[in-house]
């Protein structure tokens, strides 16, 4: 589907990014809701889905901020449910999911268990409520809302970044994946898998897939 990004300025600063490690540190993550500016940006963009009646996916960094998040959807008025590894297990998991696809509850809060493969076409938009450095983990949040809705043809799939990813990354849409000519060790030439993103114009080298 097409996609609008919202791009709101929240405070990070005192996560670790640990060299070596594929993504931030996540302990400790839960403090940005002790940051009155940073709740106060994520009450907007849970109340401005709750007007626009958007059924929602909102990415956590921990099961602490999980259900901090809930909290403030529930004094908004908000239905939502949280998922994650230590509360549910695969049945309730299953069971969320199907209450979620029927509209039961508006906005699911997620640790690490809505991602790839994860089928819902009728998802209006996305809250990006942590950080990442992957690049895979990032497609895959925003692909969540990604699905065309065959109830809902003229759907337009709402990014809400409050984590800098959109300016860590660019627009998922300029994501590809292209051939690039590499010569092997023993001289043969061969086309190689490489994942180029386009950021303020300019097209540049993500990582290798192969």
């Not at 009450?43 to 809930?70: E, G, H, Y």
């Amino acid at each position: 589907s097409k996609t609008n990004y919202y791009i709101a300025e929240t405070d990070w600063s005192f996560v670790r990014n640990v060299p070596g490690r594929v993504d931030f540190d996540t302990d400790g993550m839960e403090r940005w809701c002790d940051i009155e500016a940073n709740t106060s940006r994520f009450t907007q963009a849970v109340k401005w889905c709750i007007d626009n009646n958007l059924k929602t996916i909102i990415f956590s960094p921990n099961i602490d901020m999980n259900f901090r998040l809930k909290n403030v959807i529930y004094s908004l008025g908000g239905k939502a449910e949280t998922m994650d590894s230590d509360h549910d297990s695969r049945k309730s998991r299953e069971q969320k999911m199907a209450r979620f696809r029927r509209g039961s509850f508006q906005f699911l809060v997620n640790v690490g268990m809505v991602g790839r493969g994860v089928d819902v076409p009728s998802v209006d938009a996305i809250i990006l409520a942590r950080p990442t450095k992957s690049l895979s983990l990032y497609v895959q949040f925003i692909g969540r809302a990604l699905r065309k809705d065959p109830n809902n043809p003229d759907k337009i799939a709402q990014i809400l970044d409050l984590a800098g990813n959109v300016e860590r990354f660019g627009k998922v849409e300029d994501v590809r994946l292209e051939k690039q000519k590499a010569v092997s060790p023993s001289g043969w030439t061969y086309n190689k898998d490489i994942i180029t993103v386009v950021k303020d114009g300019k097209k540049r080298l993500w990582e290798r897939v192969s």
